[in-house]
């Protein structure tokens, strides 16, 4: 693997240190750090669960902050778990987007909430 | 908000293009991105389900690919929340990171998995 | 534990015929079985990832289908944890449905979007 | 439909009573409803997230608690999401039971972990 770009390796580095200070490598397989994960992405959907859309407007000062905490648990274990298994990120999201591009294509898709569902369905 | 670092404001900007040529911002309300986010990061979550660990050795092709993907569709999604609620996630990051080493002190959780559920539980 | 009632007891067997006749029990560790119901609960989630509320006039076959057999997963996972673990699943969310009757007092929460949103904060 | 299996029904009661006087019919849209299990079903897997296999053993008398709260508020989300979405939770169980039956051929799969997750792969 490359390295990954600039401000993920900074990250990357930071949480290194923080888990061999603590020698919590042995707890870090990729499955659990998938399943931490996982864990931490629904706590940022927690913070949305009642409100209408989630909208900067419907969230209060408690809110804010518990959403940019959340983020930043989900962004960590997944540059753990990049670390692990030496997947590019900045590379992937690009790969990706390009899949979906051709898999969604605009004169298919262009503002329609229903075809989208569709699309997705054969996903599966 | 500050500009995010480099390579975050290259994907957000491929992201951003992705969705106006779609006319799918009417959809990505942050509540949706953040159900679409954690139902990604379950996709991710599936691929390790059975297999013991899900060390590199555990993964054959086929895995490899799914992981890469999922990560991406993870990192995507919380690019694209990032943005609607202008949180800058490199920061984000390195404040939770600071938080955690505050909270989990060295001298009293290392290597001991017993402690770091019990702190763990303490945060619900 | 006291048997399970009728209808779980009918089910719970079912599932305890399907894992033994394909010698599954080995892969069914409580931790893997929450995260299968974790995974099965996200595709599930799926459905309505992208419809404006879910209600029935917005699913079309396809997605009741898809809704029944996610829901079904869901149960029957959560069955087999309740059996591995002992728990009481009919004497379970009578507990919690008079805990959460004390934790949401009437008076305090009636109607109000805010204040249940509130209160599953401080939960957390 | 025909009306759930007796203690489902029962369960099923007290939750419509619960909703009922606190006017929160509102917010309980099959979307809201599958978000909150899914997020419930994490909060059930967090209990696992570090232990080895999460075997009665290895849990101790808050962890055991936790468990079953959780199992609880996973089943009492179902039972509402079955309600309004009018499924007959014990008869998908069991259709879904057979249909698995069907996918996963005991002389094709038996002990075999790694077909089991291959067959899973197929799904998606």
Request: proline share 4%.
């Amino acid at each position: 693997m490359t390295e990954p770009a600039d401000s993920y390796r900074e990250t990357r580095n930071a949480l290194r240190h923080f888990v061999a200070e603590r020698d919590w490598a042995q707890f870090h397989t990729p499955k659990n750090l998938a399943m931490a994960l996982s864990v931490e992405a629904a706590e940022l959907l927690e913070v949305f669960q009642w409100l209408p859309t989630g909208s900067p407007a419907e969230l209060n000062d408690e809110a804010r902050i518990a959403v940019r905490h959340e983020m930043a648990d989900v962004m960590n274990y997944l540059i753990m778990l990049a670390d692990q298994l030496e997947v590019d990120l900045v590379a992937a999201c690009k790969e990706k987007i390009a899949i979906n591009a051709l898999k969604y294509p605009v004169s298919q898709v262009r503002g329609d909430a229903r075809k989208y569902s569709d699309y997705d369905k054969q996903k599966n």
